[in-house]
């Protein structure tokens, strides 16, 4: 069976401009989480949508969007790209459970951002 | 906001030795997760611990999770080659969904 699957996997752009990033999700999860993780650190928490709806949203500014589209894949969007926006942006996907989703994620490659 | 800090954050061993990554929260958390990431590669599920003092082993693993749900360490006996890469515990609360706090990592590398 496929995994998480993201694209594009590496891409570079310059300040001001604006990416989409998209994912795939494992068949039959329902919910997906995006997270950024800086070069030597841990990821951190971006967006969880389930069902099409927002979920969760961490720390992040307005630049940062996101959706979950009815096959359940979903793109996060990131406006007015600065030179801190380099990381790598790794999604997620988690199994079906009691409440919806379980916490256990699945993650994709990732898709390496580089800003310059 | 909530902070999880994990050391050490690395950690050169032999092949053979043992070794233990430990993991603190400032909140209490509802469950703990594990994740081990290859150089270059993406976070791979581990474990997750849900109840006060539970322990958990995996073959050579063994994770264990404080009795006032703030914090974690995984131990890895006789460590391989093939353990090499960066160990995240990372921490959920309840009613969070999939928002997990991350800690730092402990880099692991082992000398054959």
């Known amino acids: 069976d496929a995994g998480v699957t993201q694209s594009p996997t590496h891409l570079i752009k310059t300040r001001g401009q604006h990416v989409t990033l998209r994912c795939s999700p494992i068949?039959?999860?329902?919910?997906v989480s995006w997270y950024q993780q800086v070069l030597g650190q841990g990821p951190q928490f971006i967006f969880q949508?389930?069902?099409?709806?927002?979920?969760g949203r961490g720390n992040f500014p307005d630049r940062f969007s996101a959706r979950q589209f009815p096959n359940y894949s979903s793109e996060l969007n990131v406006n007015a790209l600065l030179l801190g926006d380099s990381a790598l942006y790794l999604c997620?996907?988690?199994?079906?459970?009691?409440?919806?989703?379980?916490?256990?994620?699945?993650f994709g490659e990732g898709s390496r951002l580089t800003v310059l | 906001g909530q902070q999880v800090m994990q050391i050490p954050q690395y950690q050169h061993v032999q092949e053979g030795e043992d070794f233990t990554t430990y993991c603190n929260s400032s909140?209490?958390?509802?469950?703990i997760q594990w994740y081990k990431q290859r150089p270059g590669g993406h976070p791979v599920f581990l474990i997750q611990?849900?109840?006060?003092?539970e322990v958990k082993k995996q073959k050579r693993l063994t994770f264990q999770f404080g009795e006032a749900k703030k914090n974690s360490s995984l131990h890895i006996t006789a460590t391989q080659t093939t353990d090499v890469g960066t160990y995240f515990c990372?921490?959920?609360?309840?009613?969070?969904?999939?928002?997990?706090?991350f800690g730092g990592g402990t880099r692991l590398m082992v000398k054959p």
């Open positions: 990372a921490g959920g609360r309840n009613n969070a969904g999939n928002m997990l706090t």
């Open positions: 611990l849900v109840k006060s003092g």
């Open positions: 997620a996907s988690s199994p079906p459970g009691l409440a919806g989703f379980t916490g256990e994620l699945f």
């Open positions: 949508y389930y069902e099409k709806e927002e979920r």
């Open positions: 068949s039959g999860h329902k919910s």
């Open positions: 909140t209490t958390l509802s469950n």
